[in-house]
């Protein structure tokens, strides 16, 4: 009896303490998101959202980036497949068959019904966002919504950005985003930097994945002049990138016999980096706002360089 007892006092004292732990990170979580810290507004958001009921087969996918000063949430929510739309709209039994026969729905009603799903959940992200409380943290709210897909011409996986409703969203026809890309989130950044290059006369890309939460790849540049194999890395860092990162790239460039080299970064390059990039001479630094500029020019994106783990 008495170790029954001593049992059940030892899972009573577990129980509360995992509750006293789980009470406490709300309260952490509720101070930092009345200071208005980006990180906690966007975590407490993201568990409201994906909280909101939806059919089983639809799955809930977001990002955000919440801007502070402008009370601005922007969301980057992934859609559904046109596939989600079946294509059967109703099945008729025929008795003297003993059968059941299926209608298929008409091209055109799948397409229409689509476009209407991906309003209705553009809207609908919109929705819960303004009804999350308390109301004064965002004013304002923007929603990018894209499908994962593959390019019916290569075959290779992509995601066009679909943040207006796109005069044909069953054909995955990309528009341009009403708001643009938080480069703190690996996939857009990974997915810009590769975007930009190529606007800039990369071909030929080859990515690898990076160790410290970047982009590796081997390009070419069709160049006739400064043309040749580049490699280039990008690091998504919220501090100086070290010097050890340009001597690396280097290393890289020797052993692929890369005629440039260029390394990227969200933030800046110490002095001891620009001078042996200076002294190597083929290699070039991208620093967060040259970036920026850089985005501007070839792709239209002034995009948000908000903060990363590096």
Not at 164 to 173: A, F, G, M, N
Not at 265 to 282: E, L, N, Q, V
């Amino acid at each position: 009896m008495a170790g029954a007892e001593f049992r059940h006092a030892q899972a009573q004292e577990s129980r509360r303490q995992e509750v006293d732990r789980y009470n406490a990170q709300v309260d952490d979580l509720e101070r930092r998101v009345k200071a208005r810290t980006p990180e906690a507004v966007e975590d407490y958001y993201e568990l409201l959202v994906e909280a909101s009921p939806l059919p089983d087969d639809i799955a809930v996918d977001i990002e955000l980036a919440y801007q502070p000063d402008a009370r601005k949430l922007l969301v980057v929510r992934e859609l559904p497949p046109i596939e989600i739309i079946p294509e059967t709209r109703e099945y008729t039994y025929v008795k003297t068959r003993d059968e059941i026969t299926a209608k298929p729905r008409p091209v055109k009603e799948v397409r229409q019904r689509y476009a209407d799903l991906v309003a209705q959940l553009v809207l609908r992200t919109m929705r819960d966002v303004f009804e999350v409380r308390p109301a004064e943290l965002v004013d304002e709210v923007a929603v990018n919504a894209h499908v994962s897909t593959r390019n019916r011409a290569t075959g290779r996986p992509e995601r066009p950005f679909n943040a207006l409703v796109s005069p044909h969203p069953w054909d995955l026809e990309a528009v341009r985003p009403i708001f643009d890309p938080d480069l703190s989130k690996p996939f857009e950044f990974e997915v810009l930097v590769k975007q930009l290059f190529e606007a800039m006369g990369m071909k030929s890309w080859v990515t690898q994945a990076s160790r410290d939460d970047g982009l590796d790849a081997v390009a070419v540049n069709e160049d006739p002049i400064m043309g040749g194999v580049c490699v280039i890395q990008a690091k998504r860092y919220k501090n100086t990138v070290e010097p050890d990162a340009v001597r690396a790239l280097a290393a890289v460039m020797d052993d692929k016999r890369a005629s440039r080299g260029v390394l990227v970064t969200t933030s800046r390059f110490g002095k001891a980096s620009h001078d042996f990039a200076a002294r190597h001479g083929r290699i070039q630094l991208i620093e967060g706002s040259h970036l920026k500029h850089l985005l501007l020019e070839y792709l239209s994106l002034d995009a948000l360089l908000g903060p990363t783990d590096g």
